[in-house]
């Protein structure tokens, strides 16, 4: 009786969406749910979506960072993510790097891949490529070698040990550098570049790992505003190739972007659609201006 | 420069390093000409003979620089603050005195032809099983890589993958080595309790006191050293070097771009240990005992202590501090005993408060200078 109604359960939990994925589909083995688990190491983005959150709840020691959360970041996408401060921005991010466990919920990357289920390194080496808020690069290393060390290649223990850059990977990071234009401090230490120069970094960084994709915290945060537009367009060209998410606070860079906006709100979705549609919704005017 | 010849691609950079080794073989080859060849073939000319317990002591300095060496390859390259990294220096150690021991045979005070003089004072009648085998010398050679690896790999094992770091890691490897002693300190353990293993006869056959054998393991300790030097700066020099360097500076980021830094930290853990372990294997036979004092805690702080003056982070800088610190050591502990501990106090406030980088920070403090000063020059 039990399995009965968890089938009953999922038969209705998929008539509800309106778009269907291989994991919310009811199974042959449904009576076997407990015991299997799914992770498949192959990305399978065959139904647009390439990332996907549902329902995702997170509290930290009472505060409720995500609140049911539903998200689905498609291939190829470029979208913004807005919000107040304690939105739970950052935490999203967390949660689809593996940093946070989902208290509830379910997170996807394509169709198989249960990020839930996986570490750190293995969603990087999957494909998802995370900058962080405050430019985290390796302060004692050369630009060059912070390139060298993202670069997407076989990160095991031996293999790095005796590994020698190819002429392919030299030329891979030459363009990375060109890209985010530190060429002629190819081989600065790190941690005597400007804080623009950081960021870029951080970016070549993501770009070196070639995920599938890339979320981006704050990527403008204490730029110029011709850092700003060169990282616009940066981002831009991405798109495409890669599905991009950035997080950003700065509404003109958001307005020079961004097809696609979500504004998050205490935890979850508040609004989502074009920048021109966001701004005229009543809610989130509420939400950024007071009553 | 010619000089470069003599080393592998990967040192052609490490200035320091290549003076090290430069003046360590020099030292070696004058010590085997003027102890070894020279009393060998004119047997009536020895005014330039070194005297051999200076040659021990110096032997003995070697093993602890290596030791110093691997302390640096965990904290100054992975940040990973060891504080017992003795044990495993003593566990190397234990390993050769167990093989020394079987050495002496029937020679013993009991005459015993199997049983150690302190199993027959116990009144054992076997040998204990794992004493089993170190009568060979290739297994007592294993046996020195493997237990301290092993003993490192499980305690990395556990410790990284639940990602424990920083000070609270310090306390835990304290009280690993602190609870080493513990047990060795026991009669029950069969590894000779509180004396430890002594009164070792031969090594390979070859009496241990002979100034002949004692050159040799002298020779061998100095190349133990240079080729742990080659082979931690090859490390350092690859990418995983980078890598561990990176998981020193942002353990976070490290993990995002995809690598595994459990695997990482284990890897140079057990290394450092099994380096650690050599050196103790050499240090045995030129000191002529092991007991558990080896594991006293005071012993790894004292380690970290040389490897802080001398300049973390540099792999040489760990060598001249073993050297500095050890040499003032064995002058203090002659001429003026009851001020030693106080002059190593004062050695690590000063090179933390005024030195930072240590010894070598020192002089690469003093080489940036002339070399600012000549830009300057240039521009001017």
Not at chain 2, 150 to 156: I, Q, S
């Amino acid at each position: 009786m039990n399995s009965f109604s968890q089938m009953q359960d999922k038969v209705r939990d998929v008539l509800r969406r309106d778009r269907t994925f291989n994991h919310t589909i009811v199974e042959e083995n449904i009576f076997l749910q407990g015991t299997h688990s799914v992770h498949h190491n192959t990305l399978d983005a065959s139904h647009g979506p390439v990332l996907y959150l549902e329902d995702v709840s997170v509290s930290f020691d009472g505060f409720q960072a995500l609140n049911k959360l539903s998200l689905y970041i498609d291939d190829g996408e470029l979208r913004c993510i807005i919000g107040p401060n304690g939105a739970g921005k950052t935490t999203m991010m967390d949660v689809i790097t593996g940093k946070t466990r989902p208290d509830t919920g379910l997170v996807y990357f394509g169709q198989t891949m249960d990020l839930t289920q996986m570490a750190e390194h293995d969603i990087a080496i999957a494909g998802i490529g995370r900058k962080f808020q405050k430019p985290t690069i390796f302060p004692e290393h050369s630009v060059w070698e912070n390139l060298e060390l993202a670069m997407k290649t076989d990160k095991g223990v031996w293999h790095t040990l005796f590994t020698v850059l190819t002429s392919e990977q030299k030329d891979r990071i030459e363009e990375v550098m060109l890209i985010i234009g530190l060429q002629e401090l190819c081989y600065a230490r790190a941690d005597l570049l400007s804080h623009g120069q950081k960021q870029w970094l951080e970016i070549g960084m993501l770009l070196m790992q070639d995920p599938r994709v890339l979320l981006v915290d704050e990527p403008v945060a204490g730029m110029t505003h011709q850092e700003m537009d060169r990282t616009a367009e940066l981002l831009t060209s991405l798109a495409g190739k890669h599905s991009v998410v950035v997080v950003e606070h700065d509404m003109d860079f958001v307005r020079s972007i961004a097809s696609q906006v979500t504004v998050l709100h205490e935890g979850s979705v508040l609004a989502e659609g074009t920048m021109d549609e966001v701004q005229n919704n009543q809610k989130v005017i509420e939400v950024y201006l007071g009553e | 420069m010619i000089i470069n010849y003599f080393f592998p691609q990967f040192m052609h950079k490490d200035t320091g390093g290549k003076i090290l080794l430069s003046l360590l073989a020099l030292v070696t080859i004058m010590v085997i000409i003027f102890n070894f060849l020279i009393p060998l073939l004119l047997p009536e000319a020895s005014s330039w003979h070194m005297p051999t317990y200076m040659v021990t002591l110096l032997g003995k300095y070697l093993c602890l620089a290596l030791l110093a060496i691997a302390l640096d390859l965990v904290w100054g390259y992975c940040g990973i603050l060891s504080l017992g990294h003795a044990a495993f220096f003593a566990l190397g150690g234990y390993a050769m005195g167990m093989y020394l021991m079987r050495q002496i045979g029937d020679r013993g005070v009991y005459g015993d032809p199997v049983l150690p003089d302190f199993m027959v004072f116990l009144n054992w009648s076997e040998l204990p099983w794992y004493w089993y085998g170190f009568e060979s010398f290739a297994f007592t050679a294993l046996m020195i890589l493997l237990v301290p690896g092993l003993l490192a790999y499980v305690f990395g094992w556990m410790t990284f993958r639940s990602r424990v770091t920083g000070v609270y890691l310090s306390i835990m490897t304290q009280a690993l080595t602190y609870a080493l002693m513990l047990a060795f300190f026991r009669n029950e353990m069969g590894l000779g309790g509180n004396n430890g293993l002594t009164d070792f006869k031969d090594i390979l056959g070859f009496s241990l006191q002979s100034d002949s054998t004692r050159i040799v393991i002298f020779s061998l300790s100095a190349a133990a050293l240079a080729m742990g030097y080659i082979a931690s700066r090859f490390i350092v020099e690859s990418k995983l070097g980078k890598t561990v360097v990176a998981i020193r500076d942002a353990e976070l980021r490290t993990r995002f771009i995809g690598y595994k830094v459990e695997n990482f930290k284990l890897w140079i853990f057990v290394f450092s240990a099994m380096l650690a372990g050599v050196a103790g294997a050499l240090y045995v036979p030129q000191v002529g005992i092991i007991n558990p004092g080896e594991f006293s805690p005071l012993n790894s702080i004292e380690l970290a202590i040389w490897v802080a003056i001398g300049g973390r982070g540099t792999l040489f800088g760990a060598v001249i501090g073993a050297l500095i610190v050890n040499y003032a050591k064995t002058y203090f502990t002659g001429a003026l005993p009851e001020l030693w501990l106080f002059a190593l106090g004062t050695l690590f406030i000063v090179s933390t408060l005024y030195l930072p980088k240590g010894v070598v920070g020192l002089f690469e403090r003093f080489q940036n200078r002339t070399e600012n000063n000549k830009l300057e020059e240039k521009t001017a």
